[in-house]
């Protein structure tokens, strides 16, 4: 196929410069795909009007006001020949649904007999034992981004988490040493329950056994950005590749073949 792929990025000062979550979940779709794609690297602030200097709408609304919001990952499918934009798609699943529709000859994000649906329910089932992690993640990923882009985060992700702290920005967040111990031991349940929610690993290292998936890519994703928010040698990081026997370890170093970023 005569096209190229750009997938639009929010840039840090983490190893690859990669580092937002939902932004990997594309990524690993297009790496295992082998799909040839670049990176188009822009500050959070100019999300929204990229967006829509695109027509790609908004994918939600914000929490708070109701208002409409614009997300990444998003991509442009662009003739290679003529430069022409045949398609602008924003959203994770959506434009897994779409590699798998016109990449045919390509491995399935979704294999058959598996709908994009329940693969996002049991993403989202397995996800939510992670949200103890998001305030102290938050705090780590919003320091790897520029100043103009950490501005915006510093509200955005403190809206996120409006509904427990009710603050406006992340820094007005105050965590106590005891806090913060409070939430990693609750965060190792939340891995513990990732655990029992995948299986035993001996009946294959996927949410689907030997088939890799959607609901693989987005755990991927998500672990893939706590590294990156925490840094490979914290000692956050280091523990969460201790737990459950090593099973993170393991799940990551299978995964790091479509972790590359161009």
Not at 28 to 37: M, T, V
Not at 99 to 125: C, H, M, N, W
Not at 138 to 145: D, V
Not at 178 to 202: C, N, P, R
Request: aromatic share 12%.
């Amino acid at each position: 196929q005569n096209e190229m792929i750009t997938l639009f990025d929010v840039p840090s000062s983490a190893p690859s410069k990669s580092w937002s979550g939902n932004v990997w979940k594309t990524r690993i779709c297009l790496n295992y795909k082998k799909i040839p794609h670049q990176t188009s690297w822009i500050e959070y602030p100019d999300i929204e009007p990229t967006m829509k200097k695109y027509n790609i709408g908004p994918t939600g609304t914000k929490p708070r006001d109701g208002s409409p919001i614009y997300t990444i990952p998003a991509i442009l499918v662009t003739d290679d020949t003529t430069g022409e934009i045949k398609l602008a798609l924003a959203e994770s699943l959506a434009i897994a649904k779409y590699l798998d529709d016109a990449y045919p000859d390509t491995p399935r994000i979704f294999p058959e007999g598996v709908t994009a649906e329940d693969q996002l329910k049991a993403a989202q089932s397995l996800l939510r034992s992670l949200r103890p992690v998001l305030v102290l993640s938050y705090k780590a990923s919003t320091l790897l981004l520029t100043e103009r882009s950490r501005a915006h985060a510093n509200r955005a992700r403190a809206g996120d988490l409006y509904h427990i702290y009710g603050k406006d920005t992340l820094d007005e967040i105050e965590l106590s040493p005891e806090d913060e111990t409070s939430l990693w031991a609750q965060t190792k349940e939340g891995f513990d329950a990732i655990d029992a929610g995948l299986g035993q690993e001996e009946n294959g290292p996927w949410y689907l056994g030997e088939k890799f998936s959607f609901v693989d890519i987005a755990l991927g994703a998500v672990f893939t950005y706590l590294k990156k928010a925490f840094g490979e040698n914290s000692e956050r990081w280091q523990d969460i590749e201790k737990w459950n026997g090593g099973r993170w370890k393991r799940f990551m170093g299978r995964l790091e073949p479509y972790t590359n970023v161009y």
